[in-house]
């Protein structure tokens, strides 16, 4: 092994900060802290979660949370469930409009057909009766005899 070229291995000490389980070792890090086991001072290193923690290993569901990152997921994950619900709620309202259009527009053609219909009896009555009156306005022709 070549001299000055590798980092310094130091006595460390591993405490898992969800069980308090402790792992002794070595290792490049460095803390301020130390710790004494066995008669040697081992620097203390804080871990949030290890092999003794993890649920993987444990079978258990446990959620130790030092950073808030559990929160701020939990919080993104309602924000998106509400998110979805009310997508699906504009989406069911803007069905439900377009049925109605669809229905609205059916009705709104048989009223228009219907209108006509009445519009177009409407103006026949109206040409008889205006050429009814016509005939009775329009002096009636006497036959003179001419003597």
Do not use: W
Not at 13 to 23: K, T
Not at 69 to 98: I, N, P, T
């Amino acid at each position: 092994m070549k001299k000055e070229i590798h980092p310094k291995l130091n006595p460390v000490v591993f405490i898992d900060s969800s069980c308090g389980a402790e792992f002794v070792t070595v290792s490049t890090l460095k803390s301020e802290k130390t710790k004494k086991i066995n008669g040697v001072d081992h620097y203390v290193i804080n871990i949030e979660i290890s092999s003794a923690s993890h649920p993987f290993y444990t079978g258990e569901k446990m959620l130790i949370d030092t950073a808030g990152r559990v929160d701020k997921f939990r919080a993104r994950q309602e924000a998106a469930e509400k998110l979805k619900a009310k997508h699906a709620e504009s989406k069911k309202r803007k069905e439900a409009a377009k049925k109605e259009t669809v229905e609205e527009k059916v009705t709104r053609k048989a009223r228009e057909n219907t209108e006509a219909k009445e519009a177009e009896k409407a103006e026949l009555e109206a040409a008889k009766e205006k050429a009814k009156a016509e005939k009775k306005k329009a002096p009636a022709k006497k036959e003179t005899k001419n003597k």
